[in-house]
């Protein structure tokens, strides 16, 4: 039986006014999380857009890259671990809008990953990694989408997503889709 769910939730109570050019991806980018049997590491971005919430590691692509290739690379960046593409699990692709705020409109690769080398450590861009129990992760200090998301993925499902954001970084509408494969 093939899985194609879809799972929408209305948009709640804040009105969100989006012209059709404010639904233009301004870049692609990568997050990987990695993963130890039930058990997922995060650190707090210290930089930029997200600075102050934990989160996985990742960023945008370079022009002569593959999604999977800038999530390694953004892995070594951010963390000091090495990993192979070839080890990534793709689980989603998620499309971020901020009508106002469109140069963040972005669509995310987003991995699991259970084999690297090396030990996680802090960078310039990220703080301290700390390992959180898949039943006890910190929500509240994420981004607000994250908690609508990632248990889809813990769940080992693979997800199309889109979320649109209001000025005051609450989520305005979302749509979620269950997909078989990318």
Request: hydrophobic fraction near 35%.
């Amino acid at each position: 039986m093939s899985i194609n769910n879809k799972i929408r939730k209305p948009f709640n109570s804040i009105k969100v006014y989006i012209n059709m050019h404010d639904m233009t991806i301004k870049s692609e980018r990568t997050l990987c999380f990695l993963i130890r049997e039930d058990n997922i590491l995060l650190s707090k971005k210290l930089l930029r857009h997200g600075a102050g919430k934990y989160n996985g590691y990742g960023g945008g692509l370079k022009q002569v890259e593959s999604p999977e290739q800038a999530a390694v690379r953004e892995l070594i960046e951010e963390s000091t671990v090495d990993a192979s593409i070839f080890d990534l699990d793709k689980r989603a692709i998620i499309e971020f809008y901020f009508p106002h705020e469109q140069k963040y409109n972005q669509r995310v690769h987003i991995y699991f990953l259970d084999e690297w080398s090396g030990t996680p450590t802090k960078t310039k861009e990220m703080g301290s990694p700390k390992w959180f129990s898949m039943n006890n992760i910190p929500y509240s200090k994420m981004w607000a989408s994250d908690k609508e998301w990632l248990p889809y993925l813990i769940e080992g499902k693979k997800i199309k997503a889109t979320f649109v954001w209001t000025k005051d970084r609450e989520v305005a509408s979302r749509d979620i889709d269950i997909v078989n494969s990318f």
